[in-house]
């Protein structure tokens, strides 16, 4: 079955850069699916980041958009996440997932069925 | 932007039927999907496409999603249940519930 691991930095500067990877296995990244993040902050709710296909197609969280890339890899089976000029307020855990999504009857429906166990990332000096 | 709205708590008594709903604007003109949560774990889905289970989620969980709410419903509440769910929809970008943490006493 298909897994997600997240890797990357745990601390980063604020004003910096958030880089984030999550590698894929059992399972192909040019499947029919999203590659999504969501990212935690400490004792809140859970927010959408946005997500990548593999064609490249992406959609990113508007109130986020300005600052984030989320590219590809497919000869590495992987995605990442880049989130720039960082503050404390993106102090959160990051996770990746996988995302399905598609037209039934006449409405869009969108979920993720599998998820890394998450990184927690820093912001601080 | 599209909001969903949760309550932040519930509490049911073991074996009782919980129920935990998420509102939104024409919520029922969308699909709606619920994560369960455990402290320090990663969301799990429970529900998708308002009303299915994923292979592996007990019967005890089902969905519903009419009008401007849609509801999680656990039938005969396990004390294993008790975690934060979210509910979720797409609206041009994947929106979250605030949560709502369930307690089982």
């Known amino acids: 079955q298909v897994q997600l691991q997240e890797s990357g930095p745990g601390l980063v500067k604020p004003s910096g850069t958030l880089s984030l990877t999550c590698a894929v296995s059992?399972?192909?990244?040019?499947?029919?699916?999203?590659w999504s993040w969501v990212r935690q902050p400490p004792g809140k709710g859970l927010e959408w980041i946005g997500e990548?296909?593999?064609?490249?197609?992406?959609n990113y969280n508007p109130s986020l958009k300005s600052r984030v890339t989320i590219s590809v890899d497919k000869s590495k089976n992987q995605f990442s996440l880049k989130l720039s000029s960082v503050t404390a307020a993106d102090t959160a855990v990051y996770y990746c997932?996988?995302?399905?999504?598609?037209?039934?009857?006449?409405?869009?429906?969108?979920?993720?069925?599998?998820w890394g166990k998450g990184t927690t990332v820093t912001v601080s000096s | 932007s599209y909001e969903l709205t949760q309550p932040p708590s519930v509490s049911v008594s073991p074996g009782q039927t919980a129920s935990i709903t998420c509102s939104g604007d024409?919520?029922?003109?969308?699909?709606a999907c619920w994560y369960q949560q455990k402290p320090g774990q990663s969301p799990v889905l429970v529900i998708y496409?308002?009303?299915k289970r994923p292979s592996g989620i007990p019967e005890r969980f089902s969905g519903s999603n009419s009008g401007n709410t849609a509801t999680l419903t656990i039938s005969g509440t396990q004390a294993l249940d008790e975690a934060d769910y979210y509910c979720?929809?797409?609206?041009?970008?994947?929106?979250f519930g605030g949560g709502t943490k369930l307690t089982v006493l």
């Open positions: 990548i296909y593999h064609s490249g197609s992406t």
């Open positions: 024409k919520l029922g003109d969308k699909y």
């Open positions: 997932a996988r995302g399905y999504s598609g037209t039934l009857g006449y409405y869009y429906y969108y979920y993720m069925d599998v």
């Open positions: 496409q308002d009303s």
């Open positions: 979720q929809a797409w609206d041009s970008q994947g929106v």
């Open positions: 059992g399972g192909s990244i040019s499947s029919s699916n999203w």
